[in-house]
């Protein structure tokens, strides 16, 4: 789009379906780059990925030309693909409906790349629904408890 200039940059954190934890070590790398280049193919600009066993942040560099919320539909079920397709974990593999997303200045991308990149730290004094919650709560995102984790089944 000519003479249009933007600056979006949008923290992206995702579930596994039930909160499961399927991330294994052996193709988180994988897993993360794949995403990665999910992301880049449109022309979107991945500033950090990590994660943990049962959940993903992503720290993305928004272009204007395509939606939220259908890059991460293309995100989550093209990964969801190509997990089940390589048969990393037994039986069927998904993420969970819906994902949080937060914005941020250009002065915050340090403290939030540096956050993304300590997740295992982070996680051994917060659980993933204590992280989730407090960004919610951080951002002023208006939700009902009740409904931000869909059931363990």
Not at 125 to 147: G, I, N, P, S
């Amino acid at each position: 789009m000519a003479n249009t200039y933007t600056q979006i940059h949008i923290q992206v954190v995702f579930a596994v379906q039930n909160r499961q934890s399927l991330i294994q070590q052996k193709f988180k790398d994988e897993l993360f780059k794949y995403i990665t280049g999910i992301i880049q193919n449109h022309e979107h600009k991945v500033l950090q990925i990590n994660g943990m066993k049962d959940h993903i942040h992503i720290l993305i560099g928004m272009r204007p030309s395509q939606s939220l919320s259908d890059l991460m539909k293309q995100v989550k079920q093209d990964s969801s693909k190509w997990i089940n397709n390589k048969k990393f974990i037994m039986g069927r593999f998904s993420w969970q409906a819906g994902y949080g997303a937060f914005s941020y200045s250009k002065s915050q991308l340090p403290d939030v790349i540096r956050y993304i990149q300590n997740q295992e730290k982070h996680h051994q004094k917060m659980t993933f629904q204590e992280e989730y919650l407090a960004l919610l709560k951080t951002h002023m995102v208006d939700f009902d408890e009740r409904f931000v984790f869909k059931p363990i089944e």
